[in-house]
């Protein structure tokens, strides 16, 4: 049922924050367990899954295997992928796609019924399914809410942004949010909270995440204390609609998978001198060849008009209806583009099983650091990983017990500092954009240390004047600055993170970078910082 959440607690045995592919997928596993789902908008049309394009990477292909995948996922991730997540991700996800098949997802065929399979950047096979061509995130989120609506014992709390998680007797025991009318509530969970609130795209000045994709839930975490990692690796998209506002459109990688050639202004075709792979290199490399190109002052184009063409909108109906939104026929014209944040591989550190290092506390999808992903994210594992890992959650939350049979007490600790002066939302919003083009120009795509140390040397001001821990904007101080700080830590240059000053990749560095945030007012071990693991 839909609930207007009120001051009064509602209680659960299990409260899901964030109605992305990994929170639906939760929700659906949870069965007769009683849940409450939050969501900052309409359940469905909230997140960034809703907005995937490029579709769902599982070896289904009479030429491909689980172990090929497995291998293609630790190749691009850089020497940093966990061998054990990695091979969960690729075998199991067989078995979650079979799945959504079986719920009538309507995964794309050919003429003789078996599922048409594209080809993405690294990617040693065609191993891409699509739902309606470029649509898949949004054919695929619709089918799970249509079947999560006839669930028992789940209450949606919609328009709802969590801002705090709650502690009791040592362990997460609930979250605090703010209603859409600004007023507060509490949802309790007798067995746990489950993090699916999505990446961090919505702190940088050009993304194609949906702009209140901030980390919210990272933030939370950190500041409960639990165990990052991975969180200098942001992975940016190389072709995002270049059209001068944020979020830009995106422009799948299957367009490159079906042929679609980089070029620039010159009419060089670049991409061939940069990696053997060219235009289907790993991202990263992508992305900086072209915002290389741009920095020499020259603009980059798509050309799709020749492996493309009249197919557009038959074949990707969705970026042909966002191009001619923006007054580009993509069958004639070339595409500006450019690099956009797009997806953080880092996040709060999990098991295999979703645990957090907190006691009551899950994660999943973008919002979790599985390790599957190393230093850079193969394409279209992130729909999978949201599958794979959401089935994962709700088993281990379906094989134990409720803490409690009864009602939690009402005595509940909040992480949430005292807060800061209430800023106006004009000067709120200007802090947001601040804070969302000193990232992109300190913590972007291309990073040393003198901007890093000055991106936190300013977010650290802003954050004792204005922040206010719980804040939408004091939760993208805290992520701004913790990415940063990682970044600062890592001294080189690995997947999709690259450092001018250290531009080589270091063996010492051939580790993970898992750490309490060292700000964090909770416990006095969070002074010491991080270690590599």
């Not at 594992?381 to 599958?387: F, P, R, T, V």
């Amino acid at each position: 049922m839909i609930c207007k959440t009120s001051e009064v607690d509602l209680v659960a045995d299990v409260v899901i924050v964030g109605s992305g592919i990994a929170g639906l997928t939760v929700a659906l596993k949870l069965e007769d367990i009683a849940t409450i789902l939050v969501t900052t908008g309409r359940l469905g049309k909230a997140g960034s899954s809703r907005l995937a394009q490029g579709g769902i990477a599982v070896a289904m292909g009479e030429d491909d295997s689980p172990e090929l995948h497995y291998q293609d996922t630790l190749r691009v991730g850089g020497g940093l992928s966990d061998p054990e997540m990695a091979r969960i991700l690729t075998h199991e996800g067989i078995e979650r796609v079979r799945e959504l098949l079986t719920w009538g997802v309507p995964f794309d065929r050919d003429a003789q019924g078996r599922l048409r399979l594209g080809q993405e950047g690294a990617h040693s096979r065609r191993r891409i399914v699509h739902a309606k061509g470029d649509t898949t995130g949004a054919v695929v989120v619709r089918s799970l809410v249509k079947r999560l609506e006839r669930r028992e014992r789940l209450q949606i709390v919609e328009r709802s942004r969590a801002s705090d998680l709650l502690w009791e007797d040592g362990r997460i025991a609930g979250i605090q949010v703010e209603t859409g009318g600004g007023r507060p509530a509490r949802l309790l969970a007798r067995r746990g909270v489950v993090l699916a609130t999505g990446g961090v795209g919505g702190n940088y000045h050009w993304t194609t995440n949906p702009i209140r994709s901030c980390g919210d839930g990272l933030a939370m975490a950190a500041r409960a204390g639990a165990v990052l990692g991975d969180l200098e690796f942001v992975q940016f998209h190389p072709t995002a609609l270049s059209v001068g506002r944020s979020p830009l459109p995106l422009l799948t990688e299957a367009l490159r998978g079906e042929g679609a050639i980089l070029i620039d202004d010159l009419g060089i075709r670049f991409m061939s001198d940069e990696h053997p792979l060219g235009e289907l290199a790993p991202r990263d490399v992508v992305a900086r060849a072209i915002w290389k190109r741009r920095q020499l002052g020259r603009r980059v184009y798509l050309d799709a008009r020749e492996s493309v063409g009249d197919d557009f909108p038959g074949k990707f109906p969705n970026v042909y209806r966002l191009c001619v939104q923006h007054s580009f026929d993509p069958r004639r014209d070339l595409l500006p583009v450019t690099p956009a944040a797009h997806y953080h591989i880092g996040g709060v550190v999990t098991d295999a099983w979703g645990r957090t290092s907190l006691p009551g506390l899950w994660a999943c999808g973008e919002a979790a650091a599985t390790g599957v992903h190393g230093a850079n994210r193969l394409a279209s594992n992130s729909l999978l990983e949201g599958l794979v890992f959401g089935t994962r959650v709700a088993r281990d939350l379906c094989g134990m017990e409720a803490e409690s049979s009864t009602v939690p007490s009402t005595h509940y600790a909040s992480t949430m500092e005292s807060s800061r002066p209430t800023l106006s939302k004009a000067a709120a919003a200007r802090l947001r954009s601040n804070v969302r083009r000193l990232l992109w120009e300190n913590v972007g795509l291309i990073r040393r240390a003198d901007d890093l140390r000055n991106a936190l040397t300013q977010l650290e001001e802003w954050d004792r004047c204005f922040g206010g821990a719980s804040s939408p904007v004091g939760s993208m101080l805290t992520v701004g600055r913790l990415i940063a700080y990682a970044a600062l830590e890592r001294e080189e240059s690995r997947g999709v993170h690259y450092r001018t000053d250290f531009p080589e990749t270091d063996p010492l560095y051939a580790r993970r970078f898992l750490f309490v945030d060292p700000w964090c007012p909770r416990t006095s071990s969070c002074a010491a910082g991080g270690a590599g693991v």
